[in-house]
C-alpha cells in the first residue's frame, strides 16, 4: 500500500535559517504529492503540490520537487520566519474510482526562533 | 475563500455513548471525507464518500461507525458505543473531483474527548 515517510522534528531554527524537511515515499502508479501545514489550534492547510514528476511545488517561500528516481518530496526554504512555525505534512494520493484518499506522513513540528 | 465549516469545535462525550460529527464542505465539492488525528499521531484516512454511497474506508471505520449527509449542505459522522480510543481531533475535507491533483480542503477540525 501508499505510505509517506518524514524526518522526525521537531525541528528548531533561528530566524532566517535554511529549512529542510525530508519526506519520501512509497505508492502505485503516479501519485500527487502534496505538503498540507498546521499552525497550533488550525486545521490543515494546503501548501504547495506537485502532480507529475520533476513538477515544482511553491507557496510562501517553501519549495519542493517531485522526485520520481528517488521517491522523494522533500520540502525546504531559504529563510524561516518565526511564523513559519508549525507542524508540516507531506502528503500524497492516488485517485481512485470515487475516492481520493491522502495518505500523510506522520507530521515535522518547526520550530522558529528569533 | 469558501471554506469547510466543523461542529462542535470540541465535544466530551461520556464512553458508551452516541456522538455526531457535523460538516459543511464547499458548496460545489461533491466528495467528501473523514480523517483522524490522535494527539500526537500521523493524520489517518477513515472514509470517503460520494454520491450518497461510502467510496472507500479504513479498518478504523468500523461498525460503530457511520457517515450521512441528511441534506443538501451537512455531512456528518456518527460514532456510537464511543470508546476511550475515539479521543481525537476528527477533521473533515473535501473536493470537487476525484482527480489525484485536485488538493482536499480541510475543515479546523473537532476534538472529541472520551471519558
Known amino acids: 500500500g501508499n505510505s509517506v515517510t518524514q524526518m522526525e522534528g521537531p525541528v528548531t531554527l533561528s530566524e532566517e535559517a535554511f529549512l529542510t524537511i525530508n519526506c519520501t515515499y512509497t505508492a502505485t502508479g503516479y501519485p500527487s504529492l502534496f505538503w498540507y501545514v498546521q499552525y497550533p489550534g488550525e486545521g490543515l492547510q494546503l501548501l504547495l503540490k506537485?502532480?507529475?514528476?520533476?513538477d515544482k511545488g511553491s507557496n510562501k517561500g517553501f519549495e519542493a520537487t517531485y522526485r520520481k528516481e528517488t521517491t522523494s518530496f522533500h520540502l525546504e526554504k531559504g529563510s524561516v520566519q518565526v511564523s513559519d512555525s508549525a507542524v508540516y505534512f507531506c502528503a500524497l494520493s492516488s485517485a481512485r474510482g470515487g475516492g481520493n484518499k491522502l495518505t500523510f506522513g506522520t507530521g515535522t513540528q518547526l520550530k522558529v526562533e528569533l | 475563500e469558501p471554506e469547510v465549516t466543523q461542529t462542535p469545535s470540541h465535544q466530551v462525550t461520556q464512553m458508551g455513548q452516541e456522538v455526531i460529527l457535523r460538516c459543511v464542505p464547499i458548496s460545489n465539492h461533491l466528495y467528501f471525507y473523514w480523517y483522524r488525528q490522535i494527539l500526537g499521531q500521523k493524520v489517518e484516512f477513515l472514509v470517503s464518500?460520494?454520491?450518497?454511497?461510502?467510496?472507500?474506508k479504513s479498518e478504523i471505520f468500523d461498525d460503530r461507525f457511520s457517515v450521512e449527509r441528511p441534506d443538501g449542505s451537512n455531512f456528518t459522522l456518527k460514532i456510537r458505543s464511543t470508546k476511550l480510543e475515539d479521543s481525537a481531533m476528527y477533521f473533515c475535507a473535501s473536493t470537487k473531483t476525484t482527480q489525484g491533483d485536485q488538493p482536499q480542503h480541510f475543515g479546523d477540525g473537532t476534538r472529541l474527548s472520551i471519558l
Open positions: 464518500f460520494y454520491n450518497n454511497e461510502i467510496s472507500e
Open positions: 506537485a502532480t507529475k514528476a520533476d
